[in-house]
Every structure is written in structure tokens, then in C-alpha cells.
């Protein structure tokens, strides 16, 4: 396998971007969370098919954000011919973890764990999916 190495220019924003990503995600340098932020890019755009696929989407947000639970439930409700199941923690007093089981064409999904993943207040939020056909 060859390996090229070449400069990649980035504007000064996007750079701190960049630094800040790999910080926070504690990647030992820039070129491995370019890496990671490519394949993962590659990865999701295979996702973007109709291909049967079952996956899991969680959930993290803060107890005060109530209105929270109601959108999920809705949004789970408009696509509840791909939830399977839905399971709600009380991790600790201001923690909630939320996690749905899911089945169906790999496109639909992805843009139900995008409308979830959205919903202002979560914190952390992760659709993770394997072919299933």
C-alpha cells in the first residue's frame, strides 16, 4: 500500500476548528481525526442507500429539558414503522439515556436519527447500524 503525504491548506477558522475536534476528542494529531472525519464520511454516505439495515440510535440530554421526551416520542411516532423498541434511563437525577432499536431501509433511518440526533438539548446523540438483509 502506498502512502502519499501532501499539505492541505485550511483558513484559520477552520483550523482552530480542527484543533479544538482533535482536543476534544483526544486524537494524537490533525491527520488522525482528518483521517477519522473521512472514512467516517465515506462510511455514511454507503448508509445513504436501501439497503435493510438494523441499528440503534442513543440519546443523552439533561433531566430539565422535558419538552425533550415529547419530541422524541412524537418523531418516534411519525417513523414507528421502523421502531422496534424504545427504552428510557434515569442514569442519575439530571442525566437521561435514551435508546431505540431500529429496522429498515438504511436511508429512512438515517434521517430518523437525524431528526432525533437535532432535537436542541441533546447532548450526545449516535446512530449505529449493520446490514440486516
Known amino acids: 500500500m502506498a502512502l502519499k503525504r501532501f499539505g492541505v491548506s485550511l483558513d484559520e477558522q477552520l483550523l482552530q476548528s480542527l484543533d479544538q475536534f ?15 472525519l473521512v472514512e467516517k464520511n465515506i462510511a ?15 440519546l443523552m440530554f439533561e433531566n430539565e429539558k422535558k419538552e425533550i ?9 411519525e417513523y414507528q414503522d ?9 442514569l442519575n437525577s439530571d442525566i437521561h439515556l435514551v435508546v431505540v432499536t431500529i429496522k ?13 440526533i437535532t432535537i436542541k438539548g441533546i447532548k450526545h446523540g449516535k446512530l449505529a447500524m449493520s446490514r440486516a438483509d
Open 22 to 36: 482533535v482536543t476534544e476528542f483526544g486524537f494524537a494529531n490533525r491527520s488522525q481525526a482528518i483521517r477519522f
Open 44 to 58: 455514511e454516505k454507503k448508509w445513504k442507500c436501501n439497503n435493510i439495515v438494523a441499528g440503534t440510535v442513543v
Open 69 to 77: 421526551v415529547a419530541l422524541i416520542d412524537a418523531i418516534q411516532e
Open 82 to 90: 421502523i421502531v422496534l423498541s424504545s427504552s428510557h434511563y434515569y
Open 104 to 116: 429498515g431501509k438504511a436511508v429512512r433511518l438515517t434521517e430518523f436519527s437525524d431528526k432525533l
